[in-house]
Protein backbone atom coordinates (compact mmCIF):
# COMPACT_ATOMS: atom_id res chain seq x y z
CA UNK A 1 0.00 0.00 0.00
CA UNK A 2 1.28 3.48 -0.94
CA UNK A 3 -0.64 6.28 0.76
CA UNK A 4 -0.34 10.59 0.53
CA UNK A 5 -0.61 13.19 -1.35
CA UNK A 6 1.60 12.30 -4.80
CA UNK A 7 1.22 8.44 -3.86
CA UNK A 8 -0.13 8.68 -7.82
CA UNK A 9 3.69 8.91 -9.22
CA UNK A 10 4.13 5.26 -7.74
CA UNK A 11 1.73 3.80 -10.31
CA UNK A 12 3.54 2.95 -13.44
CA UNK A 13 6.42 1.69 -10.86
CA UNK A 14 3.90 -0.63 -9.31
CA UNK A 15 2.19 -1.76 -12.59
CA UNK A 16 5.24 -2.93 -14.11
CA UNK A 17 6.61 -5.09 -12.14
CA UNK A 18 3.51 -7.53 -13.25
CA UNK A 19 3.76 -6.81 -16.71
CA UNK A 20 3.61 -4.57 -19.63
CA UNK A 21 -0.01 -4.94 -20.99
CA UNK A 22 -2.15 -3.17 -19.23
CA UNK A 23 -5.94 -3.16 -19.07
CA UNK A 24 -7.19 -0.27 -17.28
CA UNK A 25 -10.42 -0.39 -15.75
CA UNK A 26 -11.75 3.17 -15.32
CA UNK A 27 -14.84 4.67 -13.89
CA UNK A 28 -16.68 6.25 -16.93
CA UNK A 29 -16.80 10.22 -15.09
CA UNK A 30 -12.77 9.49 -15.58
CA UNK A 31 -12.91 9.85 -18.99
CA UNK A 32 -11.04 12.92 -20.51
CA UNK A 33 -10.22 14.39 -17.18
CA UNK A 34 -6.91 15.38 -15.59
CA UNK A 35 -6.57 12.23 -13.40
CA UNK A 36 -6.73 9.81 -16.47
CA UNK A 37 -4.88 11.83 -18.50
CA UNK A 38 -2.26 11.93 -15.87
CA UNK A 39 -2.26 7.53 -15.38
CA UNK A 40 -2.51 7.10 -18.98
CA UNK A 41 0.40 9.11 -20.05
CA UNK A 42 2.56 7.97 -17.17
CA UNK A 43 2.18 4.43 -17.79
CA UNK A 44 2.97 4.76 -21.37
CA UNK A 45 5.97 6.84 -20.66
CA UNK A 46 7.02 3.96 -18.56
CA UNK A 47 6.95 1.52 -21.51
CA UNK A 48 3.61 -0.25 -21.04
CA UNK A 49 0.98 -0.91 -23.49
CA UNK A 50 -2.40 -0.11 -22.22
CA UNK A 51 -6.22 -0.35 -23.18
CA UNK A 52 -8.87 1.65 -21.73
CA UNK A 53 -11.98 -0.36 -20.93
CA UNK A 54 -14.28 2.20 -18.80
CA UNK A 55 -17.91 0.45 -19.94
CA UNK A 56 -18.71 0.09 -16.12
CA UNK A 57 -22.06 -0.18 -15.66
CA UNK A 58 -23.69 0.57 -12.22
CA UNK A 59 -24.53 -2.23 -9.93
CA UNK A 60 -22.39 -4.54 -12.10
CA UNK A 61 -24.40 -6.81 -13.95
CA UNK A 62 -22.57 -9.90 -14.46
CA UNK A 63 -23.08 -10.09 -18.72
CA UNK A 64 -20.98 -6.75 -18.69
CA UNK A 65 -18.30 -8.56 -16.70
CA UNK A 66 -18.10 -11.61 -19.11
CA UNK A 67 -17.67 -9.20 -21.75
CA UNK A 68 -14.82 -6.93 -20.28
CA UNK A 69 -13.09 -10.52 -19.50
CA UNK A 70 -13.03 -11.58 -23.38
CA UNK A 71 -11.79 -7.79 -24.55
CA UNK A 72 -8.80 -8.54 -21.76
CA UNK A 73 -8.40 -12.15 -22.85
CA UNK A 74 -8.22 -11.01 -26.67
CA UNK A 75 -5.82 -7.72 -25.60
CA UNK A 76 -3.70 -10.96 -23.70
CA UNK A 77 -3.58 -8.47 -20.07
CA UNK A 78 -1.30 -9.03 -17.80
CA UNK A 79 -2.60 -6.51 -15.13
CA UNK A 80 -5.43 -4.79 -14.35
CA UNK A 81 -5.28 -1.60 -12.97
CA UNK A 82 -8.23 -0.39 -11.82
CA UNK A 83 -9.20 3.33 -11.50
CA UNK A 84 -12.16 4.86 -9.89
CA UNK A 85 -14.70 4.37 -6.94
CA UNK A 86 -16.32 0.93 -5.65
CA UNK A 87 -17.74 0.08 -8.96
CA UNK A 88 -14.76 0.01 -10.88
CA UNK A 89 -12.23 -1.12 -8.04
CA UNK A 90 -15.05 -4.01 -8.03
CA UNK A 91 -14.97 -4.51 -12.11
CA UNK A 92 -11.39 -4.90 -12.58
CA UNK A 93 -11.53 -7.86 -9.55
CA UNK A 94 -14.37 -10.05 -11.11
CA UNK A 95 -12.38 -8.84 -14.86
CA UNK A 96 -9.78 -10.67 -13.58
CA UNK A 97 -10.83 -13.34 -12.15
CA UNK A 98 -12.74 -14.34 -15.74
CA UNK A 99 -9.73 -13.19 -17.56
CA UNK A 100 -8.04 -16.61 -15.55
CA UNK A 101 -10.93 -19.16 -15.64
CA UNK A 102 -13.87 -19.92 -17.40
CA UNK A 103 -17.31 -18.78 -17.07
CA UNK A 104 -20.21 -18.69 -15.82
CA UNK A 105 -19.54 -15.98 -13.15
CA UNK A 106 -22.03 -17.69 -11.02
CA UNK A 107 -19.97 -20.42 -10.23
CA UNK A 108 -17.47 -18.41 -8.22
CA UNK A 109 -20.25 -17.16 -5.85
CA UNK A 110 -19.88 -17.18 -2.06
CA UNK A 111 -16.79 -17.91 -0.86
CA UNK A 112 -13.32 -19.67 -1.39
CA UNK A 113 -14.73 -20.81 -4.91
CA UNK A 114 -11.45 -19.01 -6.67
CA UNK A 115 -9.48 -22.12 -7.97
CA UNK A 116 -5.99 -19.63 -7.77
CA UNK A 117 -4.30 -16.35 -8.37
CA UNK A 118 -5.93 -14.20 -10.96
CA UNK A 119 -4.70 -11.67 -13.07
CA UNK A 120 -2.82 -8.99 -11.10
CA UNK A 121 -4.95 -6.20 -9.56
CA UNK A 122 -3.26 -2.98 -9.32
CA UNK A 123 -6.00 -0.81 -7.20
CA UNK A 124 -6.03 3.12 -7.61
CA UNK A 125 -9.30 4.66 -5.45
CA UNK A 126 -10.84 8.01 -6.15
CA UNK A 127 -13.24 7.81 -3.50
CA UNK A 128 -12.97 7.16 0.09
CA UNK A 129 -15.31 4.48 1.52
CA UNK A 130 -15.45 1.23 0.34
CA UNK A 131 -11.97 -0.38 0.83
CA UNK A 132 -12.26 -2.58 -1.99
CA UNK A 133 -8.47 -2.05 -2.99
CA UNK A 134 -7.77 -4.17 0.37
CA UNK A 135 -10.19 -6.12 0.58
CA UNK A 136 -11.10 -10.15 -0.74
CA UNK A 137 -14.33 -9.47 -1.94
CA UNK A 138 -16.45 -7.93 -5.37
CA UNK A 139 -20.18 -7.97 -5.28
CA UNK A 140 -22.30 -8.04 -8.62
CA UNK A 141 -25.60 -8.05 -9.82
CA UNK A 142 -27.34 -10.98 -11.22
CA UNK A 143 -30.98 -10.96 -12.78
CA UNK A 144 -31.61 -14.48 -11.37
CA UNK A 145 -31.77 -12.62 -7.50
CA UNK A 146 -32.89 -10.93 -5.35
CA UNK A 147 -29.93 -9.18 -4.21
CA UNK A 148 -26.48 -8.31 -4.71
CA UNK A 149 -24.34 -11.16 -4.90
CA UNK A 150 -20.60 -11.67 -3.55
CA UNK A 151 -17.66 -12.98 -4.57
CA UNK A 152 -15.43 -13.69 -1.70
CA UNK A 153 -11.60 -15.02 -1.97
CA UNK A 154 -8.10 -14.20 -0.51
CA UNK A 155 -7.40 -14.34 -4.49
CA UNK A 156 -9.24 -11.16 -4.99
CA UNK A 157 -7.47 -8.68 -2.34
CA UNK A 158 -5.47 -6.19 -4.75
CA UNK A 159 -1.62 -6.60 -5.08
CA UNK A 160 -1.37 -3.71 -4.58
CA UNK A 161 -3.27 -0.05 -3.43
CA UNK A 162 -2.07 2.96 -4.31
CA UNK A 163 -4.28 5.84 -2.26
CA UNK A 164 -3.65 9.20 -3.54
CA UNK A 165 -7.06 12.09 -1.48
CA UNK A 166 -5.74 14.13 -4.64
CA UNK A 167 -7.77 12.28 -6.63
CA UNK A 168 -11.13 12.41 -3.98
CA UNK A 169 -10.90 16.39 -3.90
CA UNK A 170 -13.49 16.65 -6.69
CA UNK A 171 -15.76 13.98 -5.21
CA UNK A 172 -19.74 15.75 -4.98
CA UNK A 173 -20.88 16.01 -1.18
CA UNK A 174 -23.41 13.50 -1.30
CA UNK A 175 -20.24 10.88 -2.78
CA UNK A 176 -18.52 12.10 -0.09
CA UNK A 177 -20.96 11.41 2.76
CA UNK A 178 -22.38 8.22 1.33
CA UNK A 179 -18.89 6.30 0.79
CA UNK A 180 -17.19 8.69 4.46
CA UNK A 181 -20.12 6.92 6.52
CA UNK A 182 -19.77 3.25 4.82
CA UNK A 183 -15.92 3.44 6.08
CA UNK A 184 -17.58 4.57 9.35
CA UNK A 185 -19.69 0.98 9.44
CA UNK A 186 -16.66 -0.84 8.23
CA UNK A 187 -15.36 0.07 11.25
CA UNK A 188 -17.94 -0.09 13.73
CA UNK A 189 -18.93 -3.45 12.29
CA UNK A 190 -15.34 -5.48 12.20
CA UNK A 191 -14.80 -3.68 15.83
CA UNK A 192 -18.18 -5.55 17.41
CA UNK A 193 -18.07 -8.80 15.17
CA UNK A 194 -18.16 -11.57 17.07
CA UNK A 195 -15.00 -13.77 17.35
CA UNK A 196 -16.08 -17.14 15.12
CA UNK A 197 -14.99 -20.47 16.87
CA UNK A 198 -12.77 -21.32 13.70
CA UNK A 199 -11.64 -25.14 12.94
CA UNK A 200 -8.63 -25.17 12.04
CA UNK A 201 -7.80 -28.47 10.46
CA UNK A 202 -10.55 -27.21 7.85
CA UNK A 203 -9.72 -24.41 5.22
CA UNK A 204 -10.38 -21.38 7.06
CA UNK A 205 -13.63 -18.76 5.72
CA UNK A 206 -12.57 -15.86 4.12
CA UNK A 207 -14.38 -13.03 6.90
CA UNK A 208 -13.10 -15.00 10.13
CA UNK A 209 -14.72 -12.40 12.50
CA UNK A 210 -13.24 -10.44 15.39
CA UNK A 211 -9.72 -10.99 15.84
CA UNK A 212 -7.05 -9.15 18.65
CA UNK A 213 -5.09 -8.13 14.75
CA UNK A 214 -7.87 -5.87 13.43
CA UNK A 215 -9.09 -4.20 17.15
CA UNK A 216 -6.33 -1.16 16.73
CA UNK A 217 -6.86 -0.73 12.83
CA UNK A 218 -10.70 -0.54 13.27
CA UNK A 219 -10.02 2.00 16.20
CA UNK A 220 -7.64 4.13 14.41
CA UNK A 221 -9.92 4.40 11.58
CA UNK A 222 -12.77 5.64 13.67
CA UNK A 223 -10.31 8.55 14.49
CA UNK A 224 -9.44 9.58 11.06
CA UNK A 225 -13.36 9.16 10.28
CA UNK A 226 -14.73 10.73 13.81
CA UNK A 227 -13.75 14.63 13.51
CA UNK A 228 -12.85 14.34 9.74
CA UNK A 229 -15.71 13.19 8.04
CA UNK A 230 -18.00 15.78 8.47
CA UNK A 231 -15.46 18.17 7.44
CA UNK A 232 -14.62 16.69 4.17
CA UNK A 233 -18.48 16.99 3.44
CA UNK A 234 -18.47 20.52 4.41
CA UNK A 235 -15.31 21.79 3.16
CA UNK A 236 -14.59 19.87 0.04
CA UNK A 237 -11.28 21.58 -0.99
CA UNK A 238 -9.73 21.10 3.08
CA UNK A 239 -7.32 18.67 1.91
CA UNK A 240 -6.11 17.90 5.73
CA UNK A 241 -9.66 16.48 5.85
CA UNK A 242 -9.52 14.35 2.31
CA UNK A 243 -6.38 12.91 3.39
CA UNK A 244 -7.74 11.71 6.69
CA UNK A 245 -11.19 10.54 5.39
CA UNK A 246 -8.97 8.34 2.93
CA UNK A 247 -7.02 7.28 5.47
CA UNK A 248 -10.24 5.92 8.02
CA UNK A 249 -11.47 4.46 4.61
CA UNK A 250 -8.16 2.21 3.99
CA UNK A 251 -8.28 1.05 7.57
CA UNK A 252 -11.68 0.19 7.46
CA UNK A 253 -11.17 -1.86 4.42
CA UNK A 254 -8.17 -3.67 5.97
CA UNK A 255 -10.52 -4.23 9.20
CA UNK A 256 -13.38 -5.77 7.58
CA UNK A 257 -11.70 -7.31 4.86
CA UNK A 258 -10.66 -9.90 7.89
CA UNK A 259 -13.06 -9.43 10.14
CA UNK A 260 -15.76 -9.17 7.70
CA UNK A 261 -19.28 -6.85 8.29
CA UNK A 262 -22.70 -8.05 10.07
CA UNK A 263 -25.95 -6.27 11.20
CA UNK A 264 -26.21 -3.03 8.61
CA UNK A 265 -24.91 -4.74 5.78
CA UNK A 266 -27.17 -7.42 5.98
CA UNK A 267 -30.18 -5.45 6.43
CA UNK A 268 -28.88 -2.68 3.41
CA UNK A 269 -28.83 -5.59 0.92
CA UNK A 270 -32.93 -5.70 0.43
CA UNK A 271 -33.23 -2.54 1.23
CA UNK A 272 -30.78 -1.21 -1.52
CA UNK A 273 -32.64 -3.45 -3.88
CA UNK A 274 -36.16 -2.04 -2.91
CA UNK A 275 -35.00 1.63 -3.24
CA UNK A 276 -32.54 1.76 -5.51
CA UNK A 277 -30.40 4.25 -2.33
CA UNK A 278 -26.82 4.22 -2.44
CA UNK A 279 -25.08 1.16 -0.95
CA UNK A 280 -23.42 3.61 1.97
CA UNK A 281 -26.53 5.97 2.62
CA UNK A 282 -28.38 2.53 3.47
CA UNK A 283 -25.54 0.92 6.11
CA UNK A 284 -24.84 4.40 7.30
CA UNK A 285 -28.75 4.94 8.46
CA UNK A 286 -29.13 1.66 10.03
CA UNK A 287 -25.94 2.35 11.78
CA UNK A 288 -27.29 3.96 14.85
CA UNK A 289 -30.13 2.12 14.92
CA UNK A 290 -28.31 -1.63 14.71
CA UNK A 291 -26.13 -0.38 17.87
CA UNK A 292 -28.99 0.66 19.87
CA UNK A 293 -30.52 -2.88 19.66
CA UNK A 294 -27.34 -4.48 20.04
CA UNK A 295 -26.03 -2.29 23.17
CA UNK A 296 -28.83 -4.51 25.06
CA UNK A 297 -26.33 -7.26 25.50
CA UNK A 298 -23.91 -5.67 28.30
CA UNK A 299 -21.06 -7.26 26.53
CA UNK A 300 -20.90 -5.15 23.12
CA UNK A 301 -22.23 -1.85 24.63
CA UNK A 302 -18.89 -2.18 26.24
CA UNK A 303 -16.97 -2.46 22.84
CA UNK A 304 -19.42 0.43 21.07
CA UNK A 305 -18.10 2.28 24.21
CA UNK A 306 -14.78 1.46 23.57
CA UNK A 307 -15.33 2.62 19.93
CA UNK A 308 -16.90 5.74 20.95
CA UNK A 309 -13.91 6.57 22.68
CA UNK A 310 -12.21 6.31 19.42
CA UNK A 311 -14.55 8.20 17.51
CA UNK A 312 -14.22 10.97 19.96
CA UNK A 313 -10.80 11.19 20.96
CA UNK A 314 -12.59 11.28 24.89
CA UNK A 315 -11.26 8.86 27.85
CA UNK A 316 -12.44 5.85 27.93
CA UNK A 317 -13.96 6.47 31.02
CA UNK A 318 -16.25 9.38 29.45
CA UNK A 319 -17.50 6.98 26.78
CA UNK A 320 -20.53 4.74 26.34
CA UNK A 321 -22.94 3.07 24.33
CA UNK A 322 -25.52 5.81 24.40
CA UNK A 323 -23.01 8.46 23.81
CA UNK A 324 -21.39 6.66 20.89
CA UNK A 325 -24.89 6.26 19.02
CA UNK A 326 -25.70 9.72 19.77
CA UNK A 327 -22.46 11.02 18.13
CA UNK A 328 -23.06 9.00 14.71
CA UNK A 329 -26.56 9.49 14.80
CA UNK A 330 -25.09 13.11 14.78
CA UNK A 331 -22.74 12.73 12.23
CA UNK A 332 -25.39 11.10 9.95
CA UNK A 333 -27.38 14.62 10.50
CA UNK A 334 -24.72 16.30 9.76
CA UNK A 335 -23.84 15.07 6.53
CA UNK A 336 -26.83 14.30 5.51
CA UNK A 337 -27.26 10.79 5.70
CA UNK A 338 -31.27 10.39 6.22
CA UNK A 339 -32.74 9.34 9.20
CA UNK A 340 -35.72 7.27 8.52
CA UNK A 341 -36.34 4.45 6.01
CA UNK A 342 -39.75 5.91 5.26
CA UNK A 343 -37.86 9.16 3.77
CA UNK A 344 -35.93 6.64 1.47
CA UNK A 345 -39.31 5.07 0.17
CA UNK A 346 -40.42 2.09 2.07
CA UNK A 347 -43.10 1.07 4.02
CA UNK A 348 -43.79 -0.50 6.91
CA UNK A 349 -45.81 -3.62 5.24
CA UNK A 350 -41.87 -4.18 3.86
CA UNK A 351 -39.98 -4.39 6.62
CA UNK A 352 -41.24 -8.40 7.51
CA UNK A 353 -39.49 -8.85 3.76
CA UNK A 354 -36.71 -6.89 4.58
CA UNK A 355 -36.16 -8.86 8.03
CA UNK A 356 -36.11 -12.26 5.87
CA UNK A 357 -34.03 -11.35 3.10
CA UNK A 358 -31.63 -10.02 5.57
CA UNK A 359 -31.98 -13.51 7.47
CA UNK A 360 -30.59 -15.07 4.42
CA UNK A 361 -27.18 -13.40 4.45
CA UNK A 362 -25.78 -16.29 6.40
CA UNK A 363 -22.84 -15.17 5.83
CA UNK A 364 -22.82 -11.48 7.14
CA UNK A 365 -25.55 -12.87 9.96
CA UNK A 366 -23.11 -15.38 11.51
CA UNK A 367 -21.01 -12.76 12.64
CA UNK A 368 -22.90 -10.74 14.35
CA UNK A 369 -21.91 -10.20 18.10
CA UNK A 370 -25.60 -11.45 19.08
CA UNK A 371 -28.20 -14.24 17.91
CA UNK A 372 -30.13 -12.10 15.07
CA UNK A 373 -33.45 -13.31 15.12
CA UNK A 374 -36.41 -12.34 13.19
CA UNK A 375 -37.69 -10.37 15.57
CA UNK A 376 -34.59 -8.64 16.46
CA UNK A 377 -34.11 -7.65 12.85
CA UNK A 378 -37.78 -6.06 12.25
CA UNK A 379 -37.03 -3.87 15.90
CA UNK A 380 -34.21 -2.35 14.03
CA UNK A 381 -36.12 -2.29 10.85
CA UNK A 382 -39.63 -0.81 12.87
CA UNK A 383 -37.51 1.62 15.11
CA UNK A 384 -35.66 3.29 11.77
CA UNK A 385 -38.54 3.31 9.94
CA UNK A 386 -40.64 5.35 12.49
CA UNK A 387 -36.79 7.52 13.48
CA UNK A 388 -36.79 6.45 16.87
CA UNK A 389 -33.07 8.01 17.35
CA UNK A 390 -34.24 11.35 15.30
CA UNK A 391 -34.06 13.78 18.48
CA UNK A 392 -31.31 11.90 20.31
CA UNK A 393 -28.01 14.45 20.77
CA UNK A 394 -25.05 13.77 22.05
CA UNK A 395 -24.97 14.89 26.09
Known amino acids: MHFGFGARAQVPEVVRVHGRRVLAVVDPFLVHTRILDYLLGALRAAGLEVRVHSDITPELPVGTLDDAAALSREFGAEVVLAIGGGSALDAAKLIALRSAYDGPLSRYYGENLVPGPVVPVVAVPTTAGTGSEVTPVAVVS ?236 LDILERAHEGALMDRSLA
Not at 298 to 317: N, Y
Open 142 to 377: DPARAMKVGISSPFLVPVAAIVDPEFTLGAPANVTAFSGIDALVHAVESFTAAPLDLDWSAPLPVFIGRNILIDAIASQAARHLGPWLPRAVEEPNDRRARAEVAMGALLGGMAFGSTGTHLCHALQYPIGALTKTPHGLGTGLMLPYALDALRRDAGVAERIATFGAALEGIPADEASAERTIAGIAAINRRIGVPGTLAEIGLERDQLPQIADLALASTRLIAIAPVEPSRELL
